[in-house]
């Protein structure tokens, strides 16, 4: 799913809206999956303690952080070079949670982690591009989106090491997020892009906040549950350029190299070498 945002991106910033009005428009909507999805599972889940806010604020920081990093990446440098800065989250994400939460630094893992970022190297064909000069900042950035990215992951574990649901911690986090996005929010571009045509605009904006940010962190908050934040971040950081070059494909007919298809079959290798139980023979 978080794959899939470039579309949403693209459609959106070529109708005229603006990087953090784009941002309000995410977080905003968002609000309305997860309030149904805690009214329909325990509405229990919006209770909070004063204590819990702290990290949620530092979740908040971190969401945002993110984006806005990660799309200054994209649009300074090769959208191949910024996928790959992104990619090396796990590394940070090891490192900090070997530190924070005692989490073992396997060989298995730091198998799996060169195997998946060799292959988001090879999937984004940054190797068969001529990078030329690039701009410190938009590189800096890149680096920056995936600092934030592995904060998030360890501060959610954090959260929910301490009781607090999935659902709460994104609920909270995204409504500090939009209340802060407001001031620079442009109105006007969403009034202009709603016009084209309501009906369609609109849908298109609740897939956009759902597909490309809701639904995604639900699931990768969710799967913290049932794994530790190193393995969590390999997962990701694999799966994100996967999709996008499948997307690529289908919607804007972009070809993969033979390189770019090695990407993929080292990405699955290190998807299946993860997903497979210790417990069990092979």
Same mark, same amino acid.
């Not at 989106?145 to 090491?161: D, H, N, P, T, V």
């Given at each position: 799913?978080?794959?899939?945002?470039?579309? =949403?991106? @693209?459609?959106?910033?070529?109708? +005229?809206?603006?990087?953090?009005?784009?941002?309000?428009? @995410?977080?905003?909507?968002?609000?309305?999956? %997860? *309030?149904?999805?805690?009214?329909?599972?325990?509405?229990?889940?919006?209770?909070?303690?004063?204590?819990?806010?702290?990290? =949620?604020?530092?979740?908040? %920081? &971190?969401?945002?952080?993110?984006?806005?990093?990660?799309?200054?990446?994209?649009?300074?440098?090769?959208?191949?070079? #910024?996928?790959?800065?992104?990619?090396?989250?796990?590394?940070?994400?090891?490192?900090?949670?070997?530190?924070? $939460?005692?989490?073992?630094?396997?060989?298995?893992?730091?198998? &799996?982690?060169?195997?998946?970022? /060799?292959? &988001?190297? *090879?999937? /984004? +064909?940054?190797?068969?591009?001529?990078?030329?000069?690039?701009?410190?900042?938009? %590189?800096?950035?890149?680096?920056?989106?995936?600092?934030?990215?592995?904060?998030?992951?360890?501060?959610?574990?954090?959260?929910?090491?301490?009781?607090?649901?999935?659902? /709460?911690?994104?609920?909270?986090?995204?409504?500090?997020?939009?209340?802060?996005?407001?001031?620079?929010?442009? =109105?006007?571009?969403?009034?202009?892009?709603?016009?084209?045509?309501?009906?369609?605009?609109?849908?298109?904006?609740?897939?956009?906040?759902?597909?490309? $940010?809701?639904?995604?962190?639900?699931?990768?908050?969710?799967?913290?549950?049932?794994?530790?934040?190193?393995?969590?971040?390999? =997962?990701?950081? +694999?799966?994100?350029?996967?999709? #996008?070059?499948?997307? +690529? $494909?289908?919607?804007?007919?972009?070809?993969?190299?033979?390189?770019?298809?090695?990407?993929?079959?080292?990405?699955?290798?290190?998807?299946?070498?993860?997903?497979?139980?210790?417990?069990?023979?092979?």
């Amino acid at each position: 799913m978080f794959g899939s945002s470039g579309i =949403f991106v @693209r459609t959106l910033t070529q109708n +005229g809206i603006g990087p953090t009005t784009l941002l309000f428009l @995410r977080f905003s909507i968002a609000i309305v999956p %997860i *309030l149904i999805a805690i009214i329909a599972a325990d509405k229990n889940l919006f209770k909070i303690e004063l204590k819990d806010i702290p990290l =949620f604020l530092v979740c908040s %920081i &971190c969401i945002i952080g993110l984006n806005l990093c990660y799309n200054h990446s994209m649009n300074t440098v090769p959208l191949s070079l #910024a996928a790959v800065l992104l990619s090396i989250a796990p590394i940070y994400v090891l490192i900090i949670a070997y530190f924070m $939460f005692g989490e073992k630094i396997t060989s298995k893992k730091l198998i &799996c982690m060169i195997l998946a970022i /060799t292959g &988001c190297v *090879l999937m /984004t +064909g940054i190797l068969e591009n001529d990078l030329g000069n690039l701009p410190l900042f938009g %590189i800096l950035s890149g680096i920056g989106a995936g600092l934030f990215w592995a904060s998030y992951l360890i501060a959610s574990k954090k959260s929910i090491k301490n009781g607090n649901h999935t659902f /709460t911690i994104l609920f909270y986090s995204i409504i500090f997020i939009s209340i802060a996005l407001i001031p620079f929010t442009d =109105f006007g571009e969403i009034s202009g892009f709603v016009s084209i045509d309501p009906v369609m605009t609109i849908i298109f904006l609740i897939l956009h906040s759902t597909f490309s $940010f809701a639904l995604p962190y639900i699931f990768s908050t969710i799967s913290l549950n049932y794994m530790d934040s190193g393995t969590s971040s390999i =997962f990701l950081s +694999g799966a994100e350029p996967f999709a #996008a070059l499948i997307f +690529g $494909f289908l919607i804007y007919s972009e070809i993969p190299t033979p390189l770019m298809f090695c990407g993929f079959i080292l990405t699955i290798i290190a998807m299946m070498m993860l997903s497979k139980d210790d417990s069990k023979t092979s």
